[in-house]
């Protein structure tokens, strides 16, 4: 999610390449330094205050200087009307499978080799550079106006089959970025999501096309508040 914050005239909002998710706590993505943080509560209280009453900040804040020195806003002369805030539905149902939908041979050759090449790609790339790779993917096919739900059986059918050589548990970003491949190459651009909760802290990211989760149950990513959506 990312964040502007309009100030007595002034517009603050996150720097680039820095998302926020307000789940308990306020959880911060730096996508350059590839990590996770919270602020302490003195920053945190500044930057929910921001947040939810920009008009009534006073830039003077002791803290709110702080946030800008240590270049998590950034100040722009005119008031935004319209945040700059990646728009998504609240994930409301889950791609289940029909009982008629069987795997293809071919389609899950291919999604155990796209599994391989991803594996080696999250061990080499951070989420700056994987984020980057999506693009250049989804610009190298032309997009399909129908809604791709057959596709997505089908991709779905041969994931759940390979499932039985490839671990699930801990692998949902190169599950992930594999169904989005997969999809990409189809002429379907799903979203990618990552999500956090608070207490314990936890990361974990989905496809997503609308509301419907395409990877992942509903119930495992109900907990988790979208932090990135690309």
């Known amino acids: 999610m990312r ?5 007595l005239g002034m517009r603050y909002r996150l720097r680039d390449n820095l998302y926020a998710a307000k ?3 306020l959880i911060l993505l730096d996508l350059e ?14 930057l929910r205050e921001v947040i939810a009453q920009p008009e009534t900040t006073d830039p ?13 806003i950034v100040e722009e002369p005119t008031v935004a009307s319209n945040p700059d805030t990646a728009i998504l539905p609240a994930a409301e149902r889950e791609l289940i499978l029909p ?22 790609k999250c061990r080499a790339m951070g989420l700056n550079r994987l984020r980057a790779d999506t693009f250049r993917s989804r610009a190298r096919y032309a997009p399909r106006q129908d809604s791709g739900l057959e596709t997505y059986f089908l991709i779905a059918a041969s994931f759940a089959k390979l499932d039985y050589i490839f671990p699930v548990a801990d692998r949902c970003l190169v599950r992930t970025l594999s169904f989005l491949r997969a999809s990409h ?9 990552v999500g956090v909760q608070a207490r314990p802290f936890s990361a974990h990211c989905w496809a997503q096309s609308g509301d419907l989760v395409l990877n992942d149950r509903l119930e495992n990513v109900a907990g988790y508040v979208p932090i990135l959506v690309i």
């Open 3 to 7: 964040l502007s914050l309009g100030v």
């Open 23 to 25: 789940a308990d706590k």
């Open 33 to 46: 330094a590839d990590r996770y943080f919270a602020l302490p509560p003195s920053l945190e209280m500044a």
């Open 60 to 72: 003077a804040c002791e803290n709110i200087a702080l946030l800008v020195r240590q270049k998590l």
């Open 99 to 120: 009982a008629c939908v069987r795997p293809h041979w071919t389609l899950t050759a291919q999604l155990a080799a796209i599994q391989i090449n991803m594996a080696i």
């Open 185 to 193: 190459v189809r002429g379907y651009f799903p979203s990618f999501v």
